[in-house]
Nanobody
C-alpha cells in the first residue's frame, strides 16, 4: 500500500517562504510521476506542480510558476515543494501525489493519468498552509 506523508506547512506572512516535504513509503514500484496539488474548502483540488520521470518534464500551474519549485531525491522517495513570495491566495491544504503506472504525464502542473489506471494515483492527507496579509 503506497503511503504519502506531507509536512512543512504552517502559518507564514505574505512574502515569506515555506518548503513542503512529502515522504513516500510502502510502494514496490518506483513512481512514474509525482506532484503537488492544493485545495481550499468548497473547491476542487488543483494540481500545481508535477514531474514526469519518463522524460524529466516539469510543469507548473500558471498561478505558481516562477515562485514555486518542485524537486525530488534520487530514490524518488521524498518530494519537495519550495514556495517563495507567498500570498494570501496561496492559503490552502497542500497534497502530494505519486503515480505508480507509466500511463501518466504532467500538464500545467496537473498529474494526468490514463482513466483505466486512476487507482494508481495516490494522495497524501495534506498539510495546511496559511498565508497572512
Amino acid at each position: 500500500q503506497v503511503q504519502l506523508m506531507e509536512s512543512g506547512g504552517g502559518p507564514v506572512p505574505a512574502g515569506g517562504s515555506l518548503r513542503l516535504t512529502c515522504e513516500v513509503s510502502g510502494s514496490t514500484v518506483t513512481p512514474y510521476c509525482m506532484g503537488w496539488g492544493r485545495q481550499v474548502p468548497g473547491e476542487e483540488r488543483m494540481g500545481i506542480a508535477g514531474i514526469d520521470f519518463s522524460d524529466g518534464d516539469i510543469s507548473y500551474a500558471s498561478s505558481v510558476k516562477g515562485r514555486f519549485t518542485i524537486s525530488v531525491d534520487n530514490a524518488k522517495t521524498t518530494l519537495y515543494l519550495q514556495m517563495n513570495n507567498l500570498s494570501p491566495d496561496d492559503t490552502a491544504m497542500y497534497f502530494c501525489a505519486a503515480v505508480t503506472t507509466p500511463r501518466c504525464t504532467v500538464v500545467d502542473g496537473f498529474l494526468a493519468v490514463d482513466p483505466k489506471f486512476h487507482e494508481q494515483k495516490h494522495w497524501g492527507r495534506g498539510t495546511q498552509v496559511t498565508v497572512s496579509s
